[in-house]
């Protein structure tokens, strides 16, 4: 089992029909030189990665964009029904909207959406700010986990203060049963993220991160270097899941990177399947 646990579906072709929220898009995501994608498009994208599943990551940031979402969690939940046996969707809220809680109430108990993504570095909140309660109850509630965004962050009008991995820890401390992962290994503090893995086992990550020389070179500074592969393949290796951050990088590329570091075979299944089916607790629809 393959599973890509990081991915933003913004310019998939069947959510595309609005050429005016196409470019918002393009502008607030900083990705300009993609087209749309048809859906047989990042099918055989899948197999050429050798990916089973893509966690679907919606883009809610309405009280910043005049009201409009991004990515809203209907279409997440369209693009899910569409491909129930390759997509696992996630739900989106701004936490400034007033309607917040009852669209998170709405995403997984109608619309079946399994886990919640923030990111406070774009909505400007840190994790504890005593808004997000309300969401991380209701998280509890269903029993979702929750992906935020840590670390840098490559889109216009982010702050990088927010999302510094240990931003997290009193969140991870105070609320043991929420399963939470800092996306992006939390670069480029990769070892704070490994500090608050090693204490909390309720804290993941995802390799989702971004590299600007290329995959298998950057995941060979961030995993064998920045935080070495023994810490991986000894003690964290229950709480890495492959993430590819696609469409911003190919995840061809990232899925062979991945795989050409030298982990144990059994720390790899682990990284490209196991652990994200732990962290999900199961993934809707899969087939016997």
């Not at 109608?110 to 005593?130: A, I, M, R, V």
């Not at 820890?169 to 996306?183: D, F, S, V, Y």
């Not at 086992?201 to 995941?219: I, M, P, Q, S």
Request: aromatic share 12%.
């Amino acid at each position: 089992m393959f599973i890509d646990m990081h991915v933003h579906p913004a310019f998939y072709e069947p959510i595309n029909q609005d050429s005016e929220l196409e470019e918002l898009r393009h502008n607030t995501l900083d990705i300009h030189k993609n087209g749309t994608a048809p859906l047989e498009h990042i099918f055989n994208q899948m197999k050429c990665a050798g990916l089973d599943y893509l966690c679907l990551l919606p883009e809610d940031y309405r009280t910043q964009q005049g009201g409009k979402v991004l990515v809203s969690n209907e279409e997440i939940s369209q693009l899910v029904n569409m491909a129930p046996d390759k997509f696992i969707g996630f739900a989106g809220v701004d936490p400034f909207a007033e309607d917040a809680a009852e669209e998170l109430e709405k995403a997984f108990a109608e619309l079946k959406l399994s886990g919640l993504k923030l990111h406070p570095g774009k909505g400007h909140f840190y994790p504890t700010d005593e808004r997000m309660m309300p969401l991380y109850d209701i998280c509890e509630k269903y029993e979702k986990p929750i992906i935020f965004h840590s670390g840098m962050s490559w889109e216009p009008d982010t702050l990088t203060k927010y999302c510094r991995p240990e931003m997290f820890e009193e969140l991870a401390a105070a609320r043991p049963k929420l399963k939470i992962c800092l996306a992006h290994f939390g670069w480029p503090w990769c070892r704070e993220t490994a500090m608050l893995m090693l204490k909390y086992t309720n804290v993941y990550t995802d390799t989702g991160a971004l590299y600007f020389d290329n995959a298998k070179e950057f995941y060979t500074q961030m995993l064998t270097r920045d935080v070495p592969m023994t810490w991986i393949d000894r003690s964290l290796r229950h709480q890495v899941m492959f993430g590819s951050n696609n469409p911003r990088f190919e995840q061809i590329r990232m899925a062979h990177a991945i795989k050409e570091l030298g982990f144990r075979e059994s720390t790899l299944d682990l990284i490209c399947g196991e652990n994200a089916i732990e962290f999900l607790g199961g993934i809707p629809n899969r087939k016997a």
